[in-house]
């Protein structure tokens, strides 16, 4: 699956619930844990390939541990505490990594791609992960999340590289 740069409009967009998991919802998410592995990634959310719903995979081990693979559909937090800033990378903005604040510890709430739910603590780069993928699902990027300053030169660097051909 070819993954959307920084730029792209579905990466600005909230995406839609899944109301029902389906079988193209379970291809898709098999889809994107080999596109996530390959890249090689840890977490993929659904608007990075171009579909515009709430489907995220996270995988810290990519592909290493078979039974650490999350796929969560409607992920939701609902409890949060703790700050810590630390870089992140997106493999939707390929080459930067940026420091990003994000609350250290979270109680999540989905549901497995078998349809069960999922209330569960995570903290440290799990959490972190989890966060930075949610905010893939309401049209959030590393890019927003820093201050107007360096937003406005990351944002010139990346339309000169995609003028240049090289974005």
Known sequence: ??????????????????DDITQPIAD????MVQTMHQAPGIGLAAP??????QLITLDLTVGEIPEELLILINPKII?????????????????YSLPVKRKFKLLLQATRLDGRDLRMEFEGLKARVLQHEIDHLNGITIV???????RSL??????????????
Do not use: N
């Open 144 to 150: 927003e999340r820093l201050s107007s300053l360096k």
């Open 28 to 31: 898709l998410a098999k889809a």
């Open 1 to 18: 699956m070819k993954i959307c740069k920084y730029g792209e409009e579905v990466l600005k967009t909230k995406a839609r619930a899944i």
């Open 154 to 167: 990351i944002k010139k660097e990346i339309s000169q590289k995609r003028k240049s051909g090289q974005w």
């Open 48 to 53: 990075q390939v171009g579909e515009s719903m």
């Open 79 to 95: 409890a949060s505490e703790g700050f810590e800033t630390s870089e992140e990378g997106c493999l939707s903005v390929p080459g």
